[in-house]
């Protein structure tokens, strides 16, 4: 995971400032291509001092009069590509100030991939399930999942220890409350005291072990609160 971290920290900049430079630069170019094209403009006789040089060009001029009035296609302002560059330097500092930490990084490709986990779930009326869910946030409260990541600071040639929390994460199906816990937790001591707090009876609560993925199964939301 930490190798992972390091190649995402590092890539991610460099190929957002690729993409905005590729897109400023298709940008121009569709501009420019819309510009009229740039006469010419030659003059009548040549500035050449040299009477041979004068010669040819005015014998090139006899033989292609269209020179006068030739065109060429336009091109970009200097200040557009410096803007371009500007702009596209902008985006690659934003991207690495956006980059979660280590810790909050785990978090998310955990969130994603999915991780392993407790799953409890009950079955109670939509009206009655904001209820439930503040009673047993002193419980549930104390189960988020504490995670560290070390890894080396290319600048400093130092190491940098980053901490996250993988919250208990709550789904709301109908007349189904459920609640994702990244803990192993002994399921009748936590059935029994979530029972306890809500004023349930100890069968209504279902806990299974499975993996969750927060990301790619709907409806999750982290518990409010934590």
Do not use: C
Not at 203 to 220: F, K, L, M, Y
């Amino acid at each position: 995971m930490v190798m992972l971290y390091l190649v995402v920290r590092t890539l991610l900049p460099l190929l957002a400032f690729v993409l905005a430079w590729w897109l400023l630069s298709r940008l121009i170019n569709a501009r420019v291509a819309r510009m009229p094209r740039v006469p010419l403009n030659l003059p009548e006789h040549s500035s050449s001092p040299r009477k041979k040089d004068r010669r040819i060009y005015a014998r090139k001029l006899r033989r292609r009069p269209g020179l006068r009035t030739a065109t060429r296609a336009a091109t970009a302002p200097r200040s557009w590509h410096f803007a371009a560059a500007v702009l596209s330097l902008m985006v690659l500092i934003a991207t690495v100030l956006v980059i979660p930490d280590g810790a909050r990084f785990q978090v998310m490709v955990g969130n994603l991939i999915g991780y392993p986990g407790a799953l409890v779930e009950v079955r109670i009326p939509v009206a009655a399930q904001s209820v439930v869910l503040q009673a047993w946030q002193p419980a549930l409260a104390q189960l988020g999942r504490r995670t560290a990541m070390r890894y080396p600071i290319g600048r400093t040639g130092g190491e940098h220890e980053a901490y996250a929390v993988v919250p208990v994460q709550v789904r709301q199906q109908g007349d189904r409350l459920q609640v994702a816990i990244a803990l192993p937790v002994d399921s009748e001591m936590l059935r029994a005291d979530l029972a306890r707090l809500a004023g349930l009876p100890v069968e209504a609560i279902n806990v299974q072990q499975r993996d969750v993925a927060p990301w790619r199964e709907s409806g999750w939301q982290p518990l409010p609160g934590l």
